[in-house]
């Protein structure tokens, strides 16, 4: 039996593969920083002869290009999808040996993309999974609308015809292997809490694509369709012109008058540690994305592109991963590093943030006056929120600052990662912010608040 071997990317949602016959190999979907792949392919004991792409991705830069030319590896991307850079172009229908035992048969899914494919692997004569990568998900399926409002409808009813399309041609044992839907904002509606693993024959009985008319779910499919990640729009461009494999030699270190210039000039300076830590006291100034979260995927949904970064962690380690975190969407330039302490990073006295609960708020609110201010998507706060919050998302909120009132301002999300980005941002501008670092779904209405619910 074919070994398929997941490369996860949590901070993105996303899956790679790697597939081999115990010899020979083929990867599905890399990510940019290939050392991974090459690591996994070293302890598995086998060559890699084989990269293929699902389609141009939104949400990070590739690696196939680099990966393929690394190992001389045969790179195989759709023939219809225009690209700067040699590759062997496949179409429907192609079947591409890649041993004696395993060979992937493509098959047109588009619905995510115009061009979309997906691979169906076999072991012999038998399909033992197919690469779907932002076609057919766990209980859902990609997202249509990223190619713009005139494509959305008619990617939509694409990707219903894709979806019923692999259910027809796949026996019902066949893995179904996506990239999306582990937490990537590519996921259209919502995914299965069970990520673990899933089958043609389990989505057949569970997920909406085959439990609903084409219309009742394409109806259903746009109406759910939420924001996504400002930094989608350079991706693309990226990986249809070849990106490389990026280096990731440390930055050049910051000092504490370099620190200071960056935050007055203002540059992003960026502090990693979690929320707890930079609670406790941080530069003024300095805004908290914590590597513990999603980093990457906040930092290019909310910096403006181009900006100088500099990143504040507490160790070179620290530092590094949220590094490799960048380049994945092509973020390769960093202005500086710094790692220690918050008092070695500046001269001035630390700030501290105040945390706190929404048991905390629900006594507070009987004494005096605080804005709340929810910074979830609207979709989430249109599905229950506290009654009187202000809804300012955390993407909007950098150009929203003005909507923000006077005061003291609590500020929580879902859990409080969104939540301390938000307040670290109103804290550098000034204002009196207040972190709930709380899990709003289990504790705002135990509190006691009052929650207005999704008529």
């Given at each position: 039996?074919?070994?398929?071997?997941?490369?996860?990317?949590?901070?993105?949602?996303?899956?790679?593969?790697?597939?081999?016959?115990?010899?020979?190999?083929?990867?599905?979907?890399?990510?940019?920083d290939?050392d991974?792949?090459?690591?996994?392919?070293?302890?598995?004991?086998?060559?890699?002869t084989?990269?293929?792409?699902?389609?141009?991705?939104?949400?990070?830069?590739?690696?196939?290009?680099?990966?393929a030319?690394?190992?001389?590896?045969?790179?195989?991307?759709?023939?219809?999808?225009?690209?700067?850079?040699?590759r062997?172009?496949?179409?429907?229908?192609?079947v591409?040996?890649?041993?004696?035992?395993?060979?992937?048969?493509?098959?047109a899914?588009?619905?995510?993309?115009?061009t979309?494919?997906?691979?169906?692997?076999?072991?012999?004569?038998?399909?033992?999974?197919?690469?779907?990568?932002?076609?057919?998900?766990?209980?859902?399926?990609?997202?249509?609308?990223?190619?713009?409002?005139?494509?959305?409808?008619?990617l939509?009813?694409h990707?219903?015809?894709?979806?019923?399309?692999?259910?027809?041609?796949?026996p019902?044992?066949?893995?179904?292997?996506?990239?999306?839907?582990?937490?990537?904002?590519?996921?259209?509606?919502?995914?299965?809490?069970?990520?673990?693993?899933?089958?043609?024959?389990?989505?057949?009985?569970?997920?909406?694509?085959?439990?609903?008319?084409?219309?009742?779910?394409?109806?259903?499919?746009?109406?759910?369709?939420d924001a996504?990640?400002?930094?989608?729009?350079?991706?693309?461009?990226?990986?249809?012109?070849?990106?490389?494999?990026?280096?990731?030699?440390?930055?050049?270190?910051?000092?504490?008058?370099?620190?200071?210039?960056?935050?007055?000039?203002?540059?992003?300076?960026?502090?990693?540690?979690?929320?707890?830590?930079?609670?406790?006291g941080?530069?003024?100034?300095?805004?908290?994305?914590?590597?513990?979260?999603?980093?990457?995927?906040?930092?290019?949904?909310?910096?403006?592109?181009?900006?100088?970064?500099?990143?504040?962690?507490?160790?070179?380690?620290?530092?590094?991963?949220?590094?490799?975190?960048?380049?994945?969407?092509?973020?390769?330039?960093?202005?500086?590093?710094?790692?220690?302490?918050?008092?070695?990073?500046?001269?001035?006295a630390?700030?501290?943030?105040?945390?706190?609960?929404?048991?905390?708020?629900?006594?507070?609110?009987?004494?005096?006056?605080?804005?709340v201010?929810?910074?979830?998507?609207?979709?989430?706060?249109?599905?229950?929120?506290?009654?009187?919050?202000?809804?300012?998302?955390?993407?909007?909120?950098?150009?929203?600052?003005?909507?923000?009132?006077?005061?003291?301002?609590?500020?929580?999300?879902?859990?409080?990662?969104?939540?301390?980005?938000?307040?670290?941002?109103?804290?550098?501008?000034?204002?009196?912010?207040v972190?709930?670092?709380?899990?709003?779904?289990?504790?705002?209405?135990?509190?006691?608040?009052?929650?207005?619910?999704?008529?």
């Amino acid at each position: 039996m074919a070994t398929i071997i997941p490369i996860e990317t949590p901070s993105l949602g996303d899956r790679s593969y790697l597939v081999h016959d115990g010899s020979t190999a083929f990867v599905v979907d890399p990510q940019r920083d290939i050392d991974r792949v090459l690591d996994l392919a070293q302890q598995e004991g086998v060559t890699i002869t084989h990269v293929f792409e699902t389609h141009i991705h939104n949400d990070y830069v590739t690696g196939g290009l680099a990966l393929a030319t690394h190992v001389g590896a045969t790179y195989h991307v759709n023939g219809a999808d225009e690209v700067e850079y040699d590759r062997n172009p496949v179409t429907d229908g192609d079947v591409i040996a890649v041993s004696d035992r395993l060979s992937v048969r493509a098959i047109a899914t588009p619905g995510h993309t115009f061009t979309h494919l997906s691979y169906a692997v076999h072991d012999g004569d038998e399909a033992v999974g197919v690469f779907t990568g932002g076609s057919l998900l766990f209980g859902a399926t990609g997202r249509p609308d990223l190619l713009g409002p005139d494509h959305t409808e008619v990617l939509a009813r694409h990707q219903y015809a894709s979806a019923h399309r692999l259910a027809e041609e796949l026996p019902e044992s066949a893995q179904v292997l996506p990239t999306h839907g582990f937490g990537s904002f590519c996921s259209a509606g919502s995914t299965t809490e069970d990520t673990t693993a899933s089958t043609i024959g389990a989505e057949k009985r569970a997920n909406p694509a085959f439990r609903q008319s084409e219309d009742e779910w394409v109806r259903e499919t746009l109406d759910g369709l939420d924001a996504y990640p400002a930094y989608y729009v350079h991706m693309g461009p990226a990986n249809s012109s070849g990106p490389d494999a990026p280096t990731l030699a440390p930055p050049a270190p910051a000092d504490r008058e370099t620190i200071a210039r960056s935050i007055d000039a203002g540059e992003w300076v960026v502090d990693l540690r979690n929320r707890i830590a930079f609670a406790s006291g941080f530069v003024g100034g300095t805004l908290n994305l914590g590597i513990d979260g999603q980093f990457s995927t906040y930092v290019g949904w909310l910096m403006p592109w181009g900006t100088p970064l500099t990143l504040l962690g507490e160790s070179p380690e620290q530092v590094a991963e949220a590094q490799r975190e960048l380049v994945r969407i092509g973020i390769d330039q960093l202005a500086g590093s710094a790692t220690g302490e918050p008092a070695d990073w500046t001269d001035s006295a630390l700030r501290t943030l105040e945390r706190a609960t929404f048991a905390d708020l629900g006594q507070v609110r009987h004494h005096r006056r605080v804005t709340v201010l929810d910074v979830r998507r609207a979709s989430e706060y249109d599905d229950g929120h506290i009654e009187g919050a202000v809804n300012i998302p955390i993407h909007e909120l950098l150009d929203r600052l003005h909507d923000v009132p006077a005061g003291e301002v609590w500020v929580h999300c879902a859990t409080g990662y969104r939540a301390s980005i938000a307040a670290s941002v109103l804290a550098s501008q000034g204002h009196h912010a207040v972190l709930l670092d709380d899990d709003f779904d289990e504790q705002a209405a135990k509190s006691g608040l009052p929650i207005t619910e999704a008529a």
